[in-house]
T-cell receptor, first 114, second 113 residues
């Protein structure tokens, strides 16, 4: 079974702190994503990566950056956390685009910025 | 207008009822379609892919209408355990090997005894 692991499940950070959210997948997937999910807004794409060292902005990249130095790892970075970044963050991966390819999600990281 | 739209509900139905959810998408370049189930405070999990010919998995039936750009999910004989949020997901292929996954807001289902 594919496993997408988000190392930090629950975090509380102070405004202005730098925050790292790590995501690792173990099935050699090319494409990885970071979403945030908020009540009433659904899942919104922050950034995605389709290869090592490649990244593209999603719909809401402001205040975030990402790093993909190795194929299995995709990190989301909040350079200076703010209270409006309190949310549930989901990492996802997919082998390649096309029919029959399933998206796999990590268990989510609940971030509270105080 | 959102690219993928769902009625957020909640749909409150008694056990044994049949319930249907619809989802509309606006981009005709959308290529593949899915229904995901998400339980409270959990990650989304694949329920089923949706094909043009329609597909069925036990009590669940999914349909795709490309001409009208909508996807549906039918749940027959609802169980208490079906209570969850159902997310419509559309895969829109971009350039070369990239694509974009667009999520609907989700439809909440509550099945009551």
């Amino acid at each position: 079974d594919v496993k997408v692991t988000q190392s930090s499940r629950y975090l509380v950070k102070r405004t202005g702190e730098k925050v790292f959210l790590e995501c690792v997948q173990d099935m050699d997937h090319e494409n990885m994503f970071w979403y945030r999910q908020d009540p009433g807004l659904g899942l919104r794409l922050i950034y995605f990566s389709y290869d090592v060292k490649m990244k593209e902005k999603g719909d809401i990249p402001e205040g975030y950056s990402v790093s993909r130095e190795k194929k299995e790892r995709f990190s989301l970075i909040l350079e200076s956390a703010s209270t409006n970044q309190t949310s549930m963050y989901l990492c996802a991966s997919i082998k390649r685009w096309g029919d029959g390819n399933t998206i796999y999600f990590g268990e989510g990281s609940w971030l509270t910025v105080v | 207008r959102k690219e993928v739209e769902q009625d957020p509900g909640p749909f409150n139905v008694p056990e044994g009822a049949t319930v249907a959810f619809n989802c509309t998408y606006s981009n005709s370049a959308s290529q593949s379609f899915f229904w995901y189930r998400q339980d409270c405070r959990k990650e989304p999990k694949l329920l089923m892919s949706v094909y043009s010919s329609g597909n069925e998995d036990g009590r669940f039936t999914a349909q795709l209408n490309r001409a009208s750009q909508y996807i549906s999910l039918l749940i027959r004989d609802s169980k208490l355990s079906d209570s969850a949020t159902y997310l419509c997901v559309v895969n829109r292929k971009g350039s070369s090997n990239t694509g974009k996954l667009i999520f609907g807001q989700g439809t909440t289902l509550q099945v009551k005894p």
